[in-house]
Each structure stands twice: as C-alpha cells, then as structure tokens.
C-alpha cells in the first residue's frame, strides 16, 4: 500500500523544552489514523510541524516520497493536504455557505480567473451539497460566528474537504460536541474515507471517537512514540494504560 | 475594527429585471455619480470645490479601507502614497509635458509598486508593529518632499499644474472638474466593487478574520496581503493624481503625517469593511468641518466631540449604524405582515 505521509526523526525544541522529540511514523493511503496522548505531549505541535505552521528543529516530512518538510501551509493545502485546529477556526462574519466556499475557491482557476470569474467561483452546488452532508442545511445562510459551537465544529470539518483533499489532519474534532453530533461526524467522516479513499489522522483525547474510527493508533508520551498497534493493541499495552489510558 | 465583510446584495435589486451581477451597492454607487453629476449646478466654485474634495478624499480612503478594513492590515501611510501620487502627476503633466491620463496611470503603477515593497514587512510583522513600520514610511516621504527642493519645490511646493482636458474638452471649470472627478471616482469604486465582490474579497477577508486557517485553506496569504498593500497604496497615488489638478498647487502639508491619520479616522468613522463607508467617512472629514464653520475656531473640538460620540455610539462606523438602522426597519416590517 502506497505511504502518503511519512514522518521521520522529526524534533521541535522550545528553548530548552523539547516539545516533539524524534517522532516517525508513516500513514497509507486510505488510512485512518488516531494520535494519543495526554495534554502537552506534543500531538499539535506535531501537526504544526507537519504541516508547515512551525518550523522543525529536525528531522523530514515526507508527502508521496516528496519532501515537504517546512513547506508553506498553503502550498501543502494545493498538494491535498487539509487540516482542522484543536480551537475553532472558522471565519465567523462570513455566512456558511461563504465559509465552504472560501475553502474551496484557492483550488478553482488562477488568481486572474478569480478575479474576473463568477462571485462563487463555480462553487455554490459543492458548498450546497456538503452543507447538506453535514446536516448544516437549515444554517447555510447564517453567519458562522452565530452557530453553536458544535455546529461550528461539523462546518471546520466541512471546510477541510471542501477542496476534496487525499490527506486530512483533524485535530481534536470531537472536543466539545455533543454526543448527537459526535455519531454524526463519524459516521461522515467514514463516509468520505471509504467513497473518496481519502486518508485521516486524528488527534483525539475522545477514547471512544478514536478507538472506533481508527485503524491504527500511535501514542504519544513526553514527545516521544510511546507505542503503536491497533486500538485493542494499544488498549492492552501496559505502558499506555500507565502513561496515558489509566488516568 | 471588524465588520461584516461580505456586503449585502439589496433584496430590491434582486426584484427589478437586472443582471445578477448587479446588486444594492452598485445600483446605490450608480445613483449616487447621477445625484453627484448635477448637484454643483448653483453651488458656487467653493461648494463645488469641496464636493469634488470629499470625492477625492474618498478614492484615497477606499484603498485604506482595503487595506485596513478587508485586509485588516494597519498601514499609517495613506497620505504619503496620496503625496507621491499627486506629486508624479504634477511633476509629469507640469514639467515632463505627460498628459494627464497617462500621468494618472503612472501614479498608480509607482505607488502599486511602491506598496508592495513596504507590503513585505507586513508579511513578518503585524498590527501596531505594522503601524510603525508604515509610520516610519510616512515621515520619510514627507521629510523628501519637504528638503529636496530641486525636485519637489520643498515647502514652496509647485504650482501652476494643469488641469486634464477629455476628448478635446477644457476641463478648467469648477464644475467641468467636478463632473470629470465624479466619473473617475465612479469608475474606481465599482472596479473596487467588483474585486470585493470577487473571491479575492473573501480572501481579503480570511487574511483579516483568521490568517492561520486561511493559509490552510490554500489561500496565498503573502500573496493578498502584497497586493492588498498594493492596490491600497494605488488607490492613494490616483487620489493624489485627481488631487494635484484639483487644487493646482502642492506643498508637503497636506501629505504629513497627521493626515495618514485623519484618513484613518475616516475609514474608522465611515465603517471598516463596508464598502460604501470610505464615501460616508470621507463627508465626516471633509464636508462637516464645512458646515460647521459657523462655530468659528471651535469648529474642530465640535468635530472631534461628534466623531468620539460617533464612535462610542457605533464602533463600527456610520455604515455598521445604517445597517443595524436596516436591519431594525426590516424587520418590524416583516413583523408587521
């Protein structure tokens, strides 16, 4: 099976806090993905480092055999890599429709086209049709700053696959939604795994979330892989139970 | 300082047959260059003056509104683009010969230029750091135009710069101006109408609202905040070309500082963000120190007190006022059916 992401002996220092600390560990294609770890073991950073938010001390990050290491975020994003934050971060005086639609819009035509092209870029019927895959129907022309904060958090997902991305990073996506709302973003983002075979990797601190949706588990301590298998390997492993699982 | 971005299409533009295109600000930015093209008439040379003034005022702050209030990026420098750009066009059309037309293009391509260049610190540093960087900016293009004599006249500025003529047509007169003013700022403000409309005034939007996630998203954030340095400072450089044959005379002044401010307050008072707040704040700054002449040397701390009333009634400006005025209307109206 073909390696999307490949992340090698990667390290990120803070003064003298070694945040990430020589973590490797590849993804494949179709993947689903869980990180774990307890608070400050370095899962964002490591996404940060990934995907060119922070600058890694060392190490490489690889995307199909390329090395992307340090490459702007934005550029990465044109590559098919998609990500959410651990805090809400959508644009909240924009309505939802105009939030989809701005997640997508980069990936449409040239900057020219963009500007002479049509107000939408092309992309009301995609916006209409995720709205509708992720339950937002009623709120498409709601500003976002107005929604809850789960409704919030199904249009940051959303918005990550807007551009129909072949990797996608999540970051804490069930922190702080409801339980309904929490079985409806599984249940999507399975969905899109196994129609459009796009790969995950999730940081997760919802144990439930993440030993249902996840193929493979990686599990973070102090920077460091900790251990790695398969959710009942993980949740039988000695050493997470203590580090982690058991708190 | 924030605002709602996206601008609001008119329900009642969507009623007429029109194109889709066309919505409730480009039908009020239409009717207004009407209203505009036949007010003068009776005026007087001064009141005349002082529309074309306000108007000139308002392509300048356009482009800071761009840059500030869509782009959120905090530029102290407006006047000092404003000054290279009257100064080009003086210099080209009084000493090179240029007309105007072309003079007016190479003030706008300089001052584009010139706006990207200081457009790159704002890729490393942002909000008041920025400010101080476009404040360093300011004081050195006011220092140049005020020693070097042999190219600017210093503090004697230049004089005698002409006045463009259109097709053959003396456009000396007050009101001819005025009317050649009213048809430049017209075709400005939908060109800006147009881009804001565009994605590239989502993405503007985005770089204001949450850099991080933006860049996620794909969108080039170096790449809009230049341009939106860019065509900011452009902006300014054409209000500076219809500024210099307005007033036929420049000397450093009005080009400090102080006035970089003032245009900031105008794009603050007008709304940030909306579209059609440059037009309302620039009438704040312009016109209203006018009518209230009558107050003698008071007249500023009057201005002052009504624009920190203003202010405190509305941070978001006397369009963010207009809209919440709408919005209660529209809907008492909805409740009353």
């Known amino acids: 099976m073909n390696q999307v992401l490949e992340v090698s002996n990667l390290h990120k220092a803070f003064g003298g806090i070694k945040a990430v600390n020589g973590v490797s560990f590849s993804v494949n294609e179709g993947e689903i993905l869980g990180i774990i770890g307890p608070n400050g073991c370095g899962k964002s950073t490591l996404f940060n480092c990934i995907l060119g938010q922070l600058e890694p001390t060392e190490g490489a990050v690889k995307l199909d055999g390329r090395d992307v290491t340090n490459m702007r975020p934005s550029e990465l994003n044109r590559l098919g890599v998609s990500r959410t934050f651990q805090l809400l971060q959508v644009f909240p005086e924009l309505s939802v429709r105009e939030n989809l639609i701005l997640a997508g819009q980069e990936h449409e035509g040239t900057m020219l086209s963009r500007f002479f092209g049509s107000r939408d870029a092309g992309l009301t019927a995609k916006a209409e049709q995720m709205i509708g895959f992720f339950k937002l129907g009623h709120l498409a022309d709601a500003k976002a700053g107005g929604l809850s904060y789960g409704q919030q958090k199904l249009l940051d997902a959303a918005m990550a696959f807007m551009a129909g991305p072949r990797l996608v990073l999540l970051d804490e996506p069930a922190g702080g939604v409801n339980l309904t709302m929490l079985g409806d973003l599984k249940e999507r983002l399975r969905a899109i795994n196994a129609e459009q075979g796009a790969t995950f990797v999730v940081i997760e601190h919802n144990m439930d979330f993440v030993m249902s949706l996840c193929s493979r588990v990686i599990v973070l301590a102090e920077g460091k892989v900790l251990a790695e298998g398969t959710p009942a390997e993980v949740r039988a492993n000695p050493a997470v139970i203590e580090a982690y699982l058991g708190h | ?337």
């Open chain 2, 1 to 337: 300082m924030t605002a709602p971005a996206t601008h609001s299409a008119a329900p009642a533009a969507r009623r007429l047959p029109l194109p889709a295109f066309v919505d409730g600000t480009l039908l009020t930015l239409v009717a207004a260059a009407v209203i505009l093209w036949f007010v003068p008439s009776g005026m007087g040379r001064y009141g005349t003056y002082v529309l074309s003034l306000w108007l000139v005022m308002s392509v300048a702050v356009m482009g800071l509104n761009l840059t500030l209030g869509y782009a959120g990026l905090k530029s102290l420098a407006q006047a000092a683009f404003m000054g290279i750009g009257a100064y080009a066009t003086a210099l080209l059309t009084s000493k090179v010969g240029l007309n105007w037309y072309a003079s007016f293009a190479i003030s706008g391509l300089l001052t584009f230029a010139v706006g990207l260049v200081l457009g790159f610190p704002a890729l490393r540093v942002k909000a008041h750091y920025l400010a101080f960087v476009t404040l360093a900016f300011s004081t050195l293009i006011w220092l140049v135009l005020r020693n070097e004599q042999w190219l600017t006249g210093g503090v004697f500025g230049l004089s005698n710069i002409p006045r463009p003529s259109f097709f053959g047509l003396k456009l000396d007169g007050a009101l001819a101006f005025h009317r050649f003013v009213v048809v430049v700022t017209f075709l400005l403000a939908v060109v800006l109408w147009w881009m804001i409309r565009s994605p590239w005034g989502r993405a503007f939007t985005a770089l204001r609202e949450n850099p991080i996630r933006a860049a996620s998203l794909g969108i080039d954030t170096r790449m809009y905040t230049l341009l939106a340095f860019a065509i900011g400072s452009a902006y300014a450089g054409f209000a500076g070309a219809l500024y210099a044959p307005l007033v036929e005379f420049i000397d450093p002044s009005p080009f400090s500082l102080s006035q970089s401010f003032f245009l900031l307050l105008m794009v603050v008072a007008g709304g940030a963000g909306y579209l059609l707040g440059p037009f309302i704040g620039a009438l704040l700054g312009v016109v209203l120190p006018e009518w209230l002449r009558f107050a003698g040397s008071l007249y500023l701390i009057i201005f002052a007190a009504i624009v920190m009333l203003l202010l405190i009634a509305c941070p978001q400006g006397m369009s963010g006022l207009l809209e919440r005025g709408w919005a209660k209307l529209t809907s008492k109206k909805e409740g009353a059916r």
